[in-house]
């Protein structure tokens, strides 16, 4: 089974611009919402993807995602509750590790946040100077939530 096992944070300072390797524009909606199921649709770039994601145990959850073209994920995108999340990504690497740096625009402009994916729960990476205190637990910083409740309006 496919799963996802990532850890959020906030930032403390701007250091971590002086690291950036690359970075791309996200554009996502979510069909469903509900907490059991999130069903996302992306296009990073020119690439289009379908994302069914469970409801997180602890900082994991099941992730099933799929490519699909791209002109179906713009109409796919007019479905989706509003406002899209719209964000540009930062890869930045680490060690063993790569940090995605999700600077937010549109609603939730002002909102940064650094992910990491690990293949275990319990696994140890070096956190960066410039990141702060976790936030993986707490659901205002989830994607699908930011579209109900845009970090604009806390």
């Known amino acids: 089974m496919a799963y996802e096992i990532e850890r959020k944070f906030l930032l403390i300072n701007e250091q971590w611009r002086d690291e950036i390797e690359n970075s791309f524009t996200l554009r996502q909606g979510y069909l469903s919402t509900n907490p ?3 069903v996302r649709i992306r296009i990073k770039n ?12 602890g900082i994991r959850r099941n992730e099933f995602e799929y490519q699909i073209p791209t002109e179906e994920a713009q109409q796919l995108l007019a479905l989706c509750e509003g406002p899209l999340i719209e964000k540009i990504r930062y890869t930045i690497y680490s060690g063993s590790h790569t940090w995605e740096i999700d600077e937010f625009s549109g ?9 990491i994916e690990l293949t275990h729960e319990d696994d140890a990476f070096e ?3 410039w990141v702060g205190d976790e936030v993986s637990g707490d659901v205002r910083y989830y994607n699908s939530n930011l579209v109900a409740h845009p970090f604009n309006n806390w």
Do not use: H, V, Y
């Open 36 to 38: 059991d199921a999130t």
């Open 46 to 57: 020119k690439q289009a993807t379908l994302t069914i994601k469970s409801k997180n145990i």
């Open 107 to 115: 609603d939730n402009t002002g909102l940064i946040l650094a992910e």
């Open 127 to 129: 956190k960066p100077t």
